[in-house]
């Protein structure tokens, strides 16, 4: 069995070319992925998937953080080490970029591929972003803060899935640093072609920095224009004020607002308040008649396990199991999201009449709808929605309670066997709103890594390196 090696600068060379159809096949394998990982039903024992957890050990003399992420799937396993400075490090020391290799192994144990880590993570990140990018009615305005590696992807992957709409892109950044003139430089140096392929060649980018005047107005312009906001810094304080989201004039259109770049219990990138108007509900009955995008009530996550535990936003808003959702349980109703997207394409997102009508009668966390297949209908406590909490977490149906998943569009919990029309129309109706909610609402997702999303991307880019001949092959490297 050979070993297939690739360095950064070939695995960036790839993935630049991937043209929109062969993006899109990396998003479709991750989204299969994902959504067998968040059903509950397979464990270690089954030998499905099982995602342990990531460890860690820190350097006070390099200033480091180093993460070990394992993973574990019916295409193989995987072993990603990353270094990167620690978010407290002493700021005198040279700052550290996420650097580190993949090593995937067949089922059998053979290695099979060895793969420099630091494009693929931020690739693999800015991948399962994607997912929900794709749902979106309108992305004319890409607000993003940073401009590295993270920050680059996210841009990137935006542009080419959905460069034909999307017509400004805001950078707000704490300088213009050397990472900002990369990140502008390999834009510009895409090639015309490209671009016009992809429909963004008119698009405007722009740098905004606290050393410009005006900087608080024009920052809170740029986030409240902004279809889509990208939060990618590793950051140990809030990047905005709330109250320029969470006010009448902030909540008259929906967003998708993406945190990755924090990824401890001390590090945070979205204000508490955000999160607490996301996840607020309401009394039975109540109706809002303000044009705003009403909140799903819930926070989407690529792991809850690591949320619950890494995410210091979510550990400082105090969210529980119940307020969170896995994005594998929300990526397999594209169907619907896409014929809801047809369906509003030609109306404005901003018209928030009809939206927050339809919004404000939805309960995501009553037992009827398609999100008590997440929480379960004992909310309460919030231990229906727990997931094994042991050291290497099993996804397990039993422990979670969760039930064997059903076909598309979503995996959820049915209160009888036999069912009945009127619990079918009610599964349609929520099925519809949570459609309408992921296409033009309020959707935040936050996400702190997931070992499973380098295992799937790695074998991918295996796959394509030796279709293009690409990379080293050591030929009877396992024998």
């Known amino acids: 069995m050979s070993l297939t090696i690739l360095s950064d600068e070939q695995i960036r060379g790839m993935l630049e070319s991937l043209n929109s159809d ?45 993460l070990f992420m394992p ?11 990353v270094t990167l400075s620690s978010p407290s490090s002493d700021p005198t020391l040279p700052t550290i970029s996420p650097t580190g290799s993949l090593t995937l192994y067949s089922p059998e144990g053979p290695p099979i591929g060895f793969l420099h880590a630091q494009t693929l993570t931020a690739f693999r990140t800015a991948l399962a972003s994607s997912c929900l990018l794709m749902k979106r009615a309108t992305v004319r305005t890409v607000t993003v803060f940073g401009s590295g590696l993270q920050a680059y992807w996210h841009i990137r992957l935006a542009l080419m899935l959905r460069g034909d709409t999307i017509r400004q892109v805001y950078i707000i950044n704490r300088k213009f640093s ?13 090639p015309l072609e490209i671009k016009q392929r992809e429909g963004w060649d008119e698009a405007q980018f722009s740098l905004l920095t606290p050393a410009y005047g005006e900087y608080e107005r024009l920052q809170k312009e740029h986030i409240r224009a902004a279809d889509v906001i990208y939060c990618c810094t590793p950051s140990t304080e809030d990047l905005f004020d709330a109250s320029i989201l969470t006010n009448h004039e902030g909540r008259r259109k929906g967003r998708l607002i993406v945190a990755v770049g924090s990824y401890t219990p001390k590090m945070r990138e979205l204000p508490k308040e955000l999160l607490l108007q996301a996840t607020k509900t309401h009394s039975s009955g109540h109706l809002h008649y303000h044009k705003h995008a009403t909140e799903g009530g819930v926070i989407v996550v690529d792991t809850l396990d690591g949320a619950l535990k890494e995410a210091g936003e979510i550990i400082e808003a105090g969210l529980q199991p119940r307020q969170l959702v896995e994005l594998g349980e929300l990526v397999m109703i594209h169907r619907l999201a896409k014929e809801e997207a047809e369906s509003i394409t030609s109306r404005s ?15 995501f966390a009553s037992s009827g709808s398609a999100m008590s297949s997440v929480f379960g209908s004992d909310s309460a406590s919030g231990s229906g929605a727990k997931r094994s909490s042991s050291r290497s977490p099993s ?40 459609s309408r909610w992921l296409t033009v609402g ?18 991918e880019i295996i796959r394509l390196a030796k279709e293009r001949g690409i990379g080293s092959h050591v030929e009877g490297f396992s024998s």
């Open 395 to 434: 996804r397990k149906g039993s422990s979670s309670g969760l039930p064997i998943p059903l076909p598309p569009p979503f995996h959820r919990r049915s209160s009888s066997k036999g069912g009945t029309d009127d619990q079918g129309n009610k599964q349609s109706a929520h099925d519809h709103h949570l």
């Open 349 to 363: 997102s901003t018209d928030g009449s009809s939206v927050s009508e339809s919004f404000d009668k939805l309960d």
């Open 22 to 66: 062969e993006a899109q096949g990396f998003i479709y394998i991750l989204r299969n992925a994902l959504h067998e990982y968040s059903t509950g039903t397979q464990s270690i024992e089954d030998g499905v998937v099982h995602q342990p957890e990531r460890t860690s050990v820190h350097s006070n003399t390099a200033g480091t953080t180093t």
């Open 178 to 190: 050397d990472a900002a003139r990369r990140t502008f430089k390999k834009i510009h140096e895409i």
């Open 442 to 459: 309020n959707v935040i997702y936050k996400s702190v890594g997931l070992g499973l999303m380098d295992l799937v991307v790695g074998f």
């Open 71 to 81: 993973s574990f799937s019916t295409l193989g396993h995987a072993i990603k080490v």
